[in-house]
């Protein structure tokens, strides 16, 4: 079964609205987890890192203050998109490392703003 | 920065191997290999973390030179279900965890 868990699958809300997308590491703790973006036929594109209990870290041209990332637990990140465009509808994608080196990702989450 | 795959896309017979390169410019500590289907998330296929590594997966087959600082995917016999896009994700030695994918190369495998 799925360790990294995400939510929600898909979601579609209004231009101009904030949409949360959560993760959680389902079978063990995760301290750091990553959050990844996919355009159409594009590749994945990391956005951030996310580290419990202190900022993440944003990769370059990724705005902090659009994207606010959340990981108040060594379980659980959270991803909010704030004030969404039709420009932001993407794939949104998490990830954490698990035992063995192993990347683990979760379902993935589809946004569309309308 | 971005590990560069190729062939871009690639389109085979049923039956037919294929082979698909990742390189990268900086130094490697491991490299991730992934197969994704349309509207799907990525699936892992294998990871390789010593330069000369080489692993398999049925007919999936992966190789890892770490002094090149490349990686290629072996794909033989290909079946119908290895359509997809496959993508090389590529950590760098202190990041663990995270991964900086390539563009992506598309296979597609007709009957």
């Known amino acids: 079964g799925a360790v990294v868990s995400q939510h929600p699958s898909r979601v579609i809300c209004k231009s101009g609205t904030s949409v949360k997308i959560e993760c959680r590491s389902l079978?063990?703790?995760?301290?750091?987890m990553f959050w990844y973006r996919q355009f159409p036929k594009k590749s994945l594109m990391l956005m951030a890192t996310?580290?419990?209990?202190?900022?993440?870290?944003?990769e370059q041209g990724v705005e902090k203050d659009k994207f606010l990332i959340n990981h108040a637990s060594l379980t659980l990140s959270t991803l909010t998109v704030t004030s969404a465009h039709p420009e932001d509808s993407s794939f949104y994608i998490c990830?954490?490392?698990?035992?063995?080196?192993?990347?683990?990702f979760g379902e993935g989450s589809w946004l569309t703003v309308v | 920065q971005q590990p560069v795959q190729s062939p871009q896309a690639v389109i085979l017979r049923e039956g037919e191997d294929a082979v698909i390169n990742c390189s990268s410019s900086?130094?490697?500590?491991?490299v991730h290999w992934y197969r994704q289907k349309h509207g799907e998330a990525p699936v892992f296929l294998m990871i390789?973390?010593?330069?000369?590594e080489q692993k398999g997966h049925e007919k999936i087959s992966a190789s890892f030179n770490e002094k090149k600082q490349q990686s290629s995917l072996y794909l033989t016999a290909s079946q119908l279900s290895y359509s997809g896009t496959y993508f090389c994700?590529?950590?760098?030695?202190?990041?663990?965890?995270?991964?900086?994918f390539g563009q992506g190369t598309t296979l597609q495998v007709k009957p």
């Open positions: 990830s954490c490392e698990g035992s063995g080196n192993t990347i683990y």
């Open positions: 079978d063990f703790q995760a301290t750091t």
């Open positions: 996310s580290n419990e209990g202190s900022k993440a870290t944003y």
């Open positions: 900086k130094a490697l500590y491991s």
């Open positions: 390789l973390l010593k330069g000369g």
């Open positions: 994700g590529t950590e760098r030695p202190g990041n663990t965890g995270k991964l900086i």
